[in-house]
C-alpha cells in the first residue's frame, strides 16, 4: 500500500508505463520532481505488452530509446516486441523508478494546487495527492474497434482482431479474411500468408501508401530522418525563414518532389509482378492507393512488410478492395458482390480514440470530443485544464526524443520557467493545427494526437521555446542536412537548457508558432 500520510511537494504522477510514460518518468526526475508512475496492467510495457507474435518496431533501434541510456543489449536492427520489454525492463531498474503495478487510476479531484488521484490496488482502494499529472495511457492501448456486420452470428469460423492473436499458429491450414489497411492489418495479411496451408484475402476500402524498406537504394531512414527529407515535408508549421520560403515561394517545386517520390514508390509495388503472369499485375494495382502519398504519412503510416507484395503477386494475398457487406455461414459477402469463402476473420480496422475515464466529466468533454482525438496546445497540453500534461500525445517518427523534450518544455512551464501565450492564442493554434491537419493528413482516430513525419519541426519549435539550439549536428552542415537524425542525437538536450537557464529567467512559449 502506497504512503498516503506524507504530504506530497513538486510530485508528479504518470498514468502508463509504455515506452512514453518511462520517458517521461527519466527526464522529470531530471528535473527535480518526485514521480511515480502507475500502471493499471500487472506488467510494464502499455502496447507493447498487448503485442501480437513476430511484431517488429518499424523505426531502427537507434531512434527508439531514452537519448542518454542506449539500448543495454543488441537488438535487432528493428527490434522485436520482446527485445523493447527488454529494454523498458531494463530503463525502470537503471532510473530507479518507481512504478506500480496493478494500480489503477479511478479518479482524479481538481485542487487548487494539484490534484487526489483515486488508485484501484491489489490492497484496495487509496487516494494520493500530487502536485501535476502526466497522462500517459496511450493512444493504441485503447480497445480494437471490432464492428458488427448483419449475419455475423451465423458464421460457423472464428472472428477475432489482431489482439487476439497469441500464436501464428492460428492461421494454419486456414482460409483467413483480413479487414483493414492499417500497419496491424498488412501484418497479420502477411503473418498469415507464410503459413503452411493458408490462403488469404485481404479485404480493405482504401489501399494505403507503405513505406519501402528501401527507396532509390537507400534504407528509408536515410531519406526521411534526416533534415534535408524533414524540410521537404510539408507541415502546419516551418519555424526557419529557410523552409517557410521553400513552402511559400517554392511550393511547386515541393508538391513535385513528392509526387516523384510517389512515383518510386508505385513502381517499387509493380515491380513486384515483373516477369509474372497479368493476373498477378492486377492484383498489385489494386493494392496502389489513388490519393497522393504525403497524406498517408500519419501515425498510422506503415513500413512495408516484407513479403506483402510478394504475396500479393504470388496469389497467397488475393486483395479485395471493397468493403464487408455481411457475414454468411460459410464466411464473407462483399458490398462488390464477392463472396469469400473462409474459416477465419481478422478484423484489423483500427483503435479507438482515446478515452480519459478518470477526468471530472467537464474535462472528459473537451478532450473526448472529436473523432480524430484530443488536439493539445504543444500537443502537450489542454489550456483549459491546469497542473495536467500529456506524454506520448505528439506519436512520431522520433517518438522517444518528442516524449523527452515534450517533458522538459512542461517541466519548465511547471517550475514557473517558461511562461504561456494567453488562453485564446492557445486555443487558436489548437484549432489552426486541427483544421490543417484534417486538410492534409488522412483521417485515423489519433490523427490530432500525431506529429508523424513533422517531428523535425515540431521538435525544433519546442528546442527554440526552451532557448536550446535545434541544429544537434552542427558545426558539421552537411551532417546537420543529409545525416540521419537518431536517439542520441538529444542527449544533450537537459544539459544545455540547464546551461542556458539563468535564475530568475523566465521564457516564452512563441505565439505564431502551431
Not at 535487432?76 to 525502470?92: C, K, N, R
Not at 494500480?103 to 484496495?124: A, C, F, K, N
Not at 523534450?405 to 519548465?412: K, S
Request: proline letters at 6%.
Amino acid at each position: 500500500m502506497l504512503n498516503t500520510n506524507t504530504p506530497a511537494r513538486h510530485r508528479v504522477a504518470v498514468i502508463g508505463s509504455g515506452i512514453s510514460g518511462i520517458a517521461s518518468a527519466v527526464m522529470l526526475q531530471k528535473n527535480g520532481f518526485q514521480v511515480d508512475i502507475f500502471e493499471k496492467s500487472p506488467k510494464i510495457g502499455g502496447v507493447w505488452a498487448l503485442a501480437y507474435p513476430n511484431v517488429r518496431l518499424q523505426n531502427l533501434a537507434r531512434h527508439y530509446h531514452i537519448s542518454n541510456f542506449p539500448w543495454p543489449f543488441q537488438p535487432d536492427a528493428h527490434p522485436t516486441g520482446i527485445q523493447i520489454m527488454q529494454y523498458l525492463e531494463s530503463a525502470v531498474r537503471h532510473f530507479h523508478l518507481q512504478v506500480h503495478l496493478e494500480h489503477e487510476i479511478l479518479s482524479m479531484q481538481e485542487q487548487p494546487d494539484g490534484w487526489v488521484i483515486g488508485i484501484r490496488t491489489p490492497e484496495g482502494f487509496s487516494e494520493q495527492y500530487f502536485d501535476f499529472v502526466m497522462i500517459s495511457n496511450g493512444h493504441y492501448s485503447e480497445g480494437k474497434n471490432k464492428p458488427s456486420f448483419p449475419g455475423q452470428e451465423t458464421f460457423r469460423g472464428q472472428i477475432m482482431t489482431e489482439r487476439d492473436v497469441r500464436t501464428l499458429d492460428v492461421f494454419r491450414n486456414k482460409r483467413v479474411a483480413v479487414v483493414g489497411f492499417g500497419k496491424s492489418a498488412v501484418d497479420m495479411a502477411d503473418f498469415a500468408a507464410q503459413q503452411e496451408g493458408t490462403q488469404v484475402f485481404h479485404v480493405f476500402r482504401t489501399p494505403r501508401w507503405m513505406i519501402p524498406r528501401k527507396i532509390l537504394g537507400l534504407h528509408f531512414t536515410k531519406l526521411l530522418f534526416n533534415r534535408f527529407g524533414s524540410v521537404m515535408m510539408p507541415a502546419w508549421s516551418h519555424p526557419s525563414a529557410m523552409e517557410r520560403f521553400m513552402h511559400t515561394r517554392s511550393a511547386g517545386f515541393i508538391r513535385s518532389f513528392w509526387k516523384n517520390i510517389e512515383g518510386v514508390f508505385r513502381s517499387h509495388i509493380l515491380n513486384a509482378g515483373a516477369g509474372k503472369e497479368p493476373e498477378a499485375i492486377q492484383r498489385l494495382h489494386n493494392v496502389v492507393p489513388a490519393h497522393a502519398l504525403v497524406g498517408d504519412l500519419r501515425s498510422a503510416s506503415c513500413l512495408e512488410p516484407e513479403n506483402y507484395y510478394k504475396s500479393v503477386a504470388d496469389g497467397r494475398i488475393l486483395p479485395h478492395h471493397s468493403e464487408v457487406e455481411s457475414f454468411i455461414p460459410t464466411g464473407l459477402h462483399l458490398k462488390n458482390g464477392a463472396v469469400l469463402e473462409c474459416d477465419l476473420v481478422v478484423l484489423s480496422v483500427g483503435s479507438q480514440t482515446p478515452v480519459f475515464p478518470f477526468l471530472p466529466a467537464p474535462y472528459r468533454q473537451l478532450l473526448e470530443s472529436e473523432t480524430d482525438g484530443v488536439q493539445l496546445y504543444r500537443h502537450l497540453l489542454h489550456p483549459d485544464i491546469p497542473r495536467l500534461g500529456f506524454a506520448g500525445y505528439n506519436h512520431c517518427f522520433m517518438h522517444v526524443p518528442a516524449v523527452e523534450v515534450g517533458t522538459l518544455w512542461l517541466a519548465a512551464l511547471w517550475k514557473g520557467e517558461l511562461a504561456l501565450p494567453s488562453k485564446a492564442l492557445m486555443q487558436q493554434s489548437i484549432e489552426y493545427l486541427q483544421s490543417w491537419k484534417r486538410e492534409h493528413i488522412q483521417f485515423e482516430p489519433s490523427r490530432a494526437c500525431g506529429v508523424n513525419t513533422r517531428f523535425q519541426q515540431y521538435l525544433d519549435i519546442l528546442l527554440k521555446d526552451l532557448g536550446v539550439s535545434p541544429y544537434r549536428k552542427m558545426p558539421n552542415v552537411l551532417a546537420e542536412v543529409f545525416a540521419r537524425y537518431q536517439a542520441d542525437d538529444y542527449a544533450g538536450v537537459w544539459e544545455e537548457y540547464r546551461r542556458r537557464q539563468k535564475p530568475g529567467r523566465i521564457l516564452q512559449a512563441s505565439e505564431f508558432m502551431h
